[in-house]
């Protein structure tokens, strides 16, 4: 995503081992670093999801880059699209032209494009998952009889054995660097990560419990294990929107950024 390029010298992929439908998770005021082509290097925020998101800086006026120039520049709005001034963020103040704060264009072609790729991904995979239930349901019918006699026969309540069953899933976090960069300190960063994922409290592994009423433990696992990570062949670049200072981005376009994605993951760990 174009607000989220400068998090990292990296980033993080995550193969999940098993899919989990989820909604988009909304951030707010992510601290960034953004470099104009001055070399000079300003601090701003991010806010957004996986399907639009945008810069801005602390007092929420909205930044984008200018295409022709290349400078990060407070946005003004000219119908439903986003349009650069000639303020430049660092330097100017979005005062002298009076424009508003939280000026945004969810509703535009490519997370347009973005959503309707994810969602037909979506729909695939519901049916698969649905038709592997009613695979599954359709052979387990007689054991599942005979576990109920048996539970009777115990003394048991024929929903309590079902119940108390919890499914267990490991999701693979694999730590990727960019052929153009590197993780700073590869060990603390997962040790962050491992806090994140799978603490009892405020993680993703007590998210997944809590919604699932105790009855899915998601354990994470960090790989590699060691100070090595997995390096790609594709520069940091490559996943960013084209500019004036990034020519080997993608444009903007929900295809090519879909695209590129699996482009990377063939790179990095092949086919």
């Known amino acids: 995503m174009q607000v989220f390029k400068n998090l990292l010298a990296s980033f993080i992929l995550l193969i999940l081992l098993a899919t989990v439908t989820t909604n ?7 601290p960034q670093k953004i470099t104009q082509p001055n ?5 701003c925020f991010a806010s957004g999801d996986e399907f639009y998101n945008w810069l801005h800086c602390e007092n929420g006026y909205t930044i984008i880059q200018n295409p022709e120039t290349g400078f990060y520049v ?12 000639n303020l430049i963020f660092g330097i100017n103040y979005p005062q002298e032209l009076n424009l508003q704060k939280r000026l945004i264009t969810p509703d535009n072609p490519a997370s347009n494009e973005m959503r309707r790729i ?5 729909e695939i995979i519901q049916r698969e998952n649905e038709s592997r239930r009613i695979n599954k349901g359709a052979c ?4 599942s009889e005979k576990q109920v006699v048996d539970s009777e026969k115990q ?3 024929p929903t309590d054995q079902f ?3 919890q499914r267990t899933i490991n999701n693979i976090v694999i730590f990727v660097e960019f052929a153009d960069a590197s993780f700073a300190n590869i060990d603390s960063i997962r040790n962050a990560k491992a806090a994140e994922y799978n603490t009892e409290n405020l ?3 007590a998210y997944f419990d809590e919604v699932s009423y105790g009855q899915l433990d998601l354990i994470s696992h960090f790989f590699p294990q060691n100070s090595k990570v997995v390096k790609s062949q594709r520069n940091r670049g490559y996943l960013l929107p084209q500019s004036p200072t990034n020519p080997q981005g993608y444009a903007s376009n929900g295809e090519r950024i879909a695209s590129r994605s699996r482009n990377f993951k063939r790179s990095s760990f092949g086919d």
């Open 39 to 43: 070399g000079v290097t300003v601090e």
């Open 203 to 205: 993680s993703m592994r």
């Open 24 to 30: 988009a998770a909304p951030l707010e005021n992510v």
């Open 163 to 165: 119940q108390s069953e």
């Open 74 to 85: 407070f946005a003004d709005k000219v119908g439903n699209e986003l349009v650069p001034t």
């Open 155 to 157: 003394g048991k309540k």
């Open 118 to 122: 994810f969602n037909e991904q979506l």
């Open 140 to 143: 387990s019918l007689v054991d």
